[in-house]
């Protein structure tokens, strides 16, 4: 069965400062990689998908995820963090394949940014 | 277009009393999911239904708790019995290609 670790529960940034949130995932083949944002009192919003081909994927709001199949990781980065990044962060990974396609997510992580 | 839409959006309600929280998920997505989610935590994955496949039920956390999804579109969350402790947000998404689309939620305050 597929699984997602995000290792940080919260991490605090200075605004400015570059962000990389890791996420770590299980399945036995490429699978479909996601990362979603919920905003303090909002509803959670796609920031960028992996489904194949190029490895390094740009979302919204100047994030970009890579997908390193080696470390079975795709963190999650930004070069410099403003103070509306404060927010949780979900990874998530799905099967590339036909059939049963349900979507586990990780428990997230929660950014605090500083002044 | 319209996005996934849930109701009601506050829901207060007294111990023991049962509950029917309501998805209204986007126009031909064949995926839906509810997550609970508490103050303060993450998602907590409830059940999936996809298509005309039987649900998968693996997340209820007890026999309180049962969905069914109509017509392959709506999707009604009862809640029997309510304790305190399901107290939350109650979120439905509905997924095209594993996209997920979330909608606002409902938020579960039981007395």
């Known amino acids: 069965a597929q699984s997602v670790t995000q290792p940080d529960i919260h991490i605090t940034v200075s605004e400015g400062a570059s962000l990389e949130l890791r996420c770590n995932y299980s399945?036995?083949?490429?699978?479909?990689l996601f990362w979603y944002v919920q905003s303090p009192g909002q509803g959670l919003q796609l920031l960028l998908k992996?489904?194949?081909?190029?490895?390094l994927v740009q979302g919204i709001k100047g994030f970009e995820a890579e997908f390193k199949r080696s470390q079975s990781s795709f963190n999650l980065r930004k070069p410099s963090v403003h103070w509306s990044d404060a927010a949780e962060y979900f990874c998530?990974?799905?099967?590339?394949?036909?059939?049963?396609?349900?979507?586990?997510f990780g428990i997230g992580t929660k950014l605090q940014v500083i002044p | 277009g319209a996005g996934v839409s849930q109701s009601p959006s506050n829901k207060v309600t007294e111990k023991g009393k049962d509950v029917e929280l309501r998805c209204d998920p986007i126009?031909?997505?064949?995926?839906l999911y509810w997550y609970r989610q508490s103050l303060g935590q993450g998602l907590e994955f409830l059940i999936y239904?996809?298509?005309?496949?039987?649900?998968?039920k693996s997340g209820l956390p007890s026999d309180r708790f049962s969905a069914e999804r109509t017509g392959g579109s709506v999707s009604t969350l009862t809640i029997q019995r309510t304790q305190q402790e399901d107290s939350a947000v109650y979120l439905c998404?509905?997924?095209?290609?594993?996209?997920?689309?979330f909608g606002p939620g409902t938020r579960l305050t039981v007395t």
């Open positions: 399945y036995g083949a490429t699978p479909y």
């Open positions: 998404a509905s997924s095209f290609l594993q996209e997920q689309y």
């Open positions: 992996y489904f194949s081909g190029d490895t």
């Open positions: 239904f996809q298509g005309n496949s039987a649900p998968d």
């Open positions: 998530a990974v799905g099967p590339n394949s036909g059939g049963y396609q349900k979507v586990t």
């Open positions: 126009s031909g997505h064949t995926a």
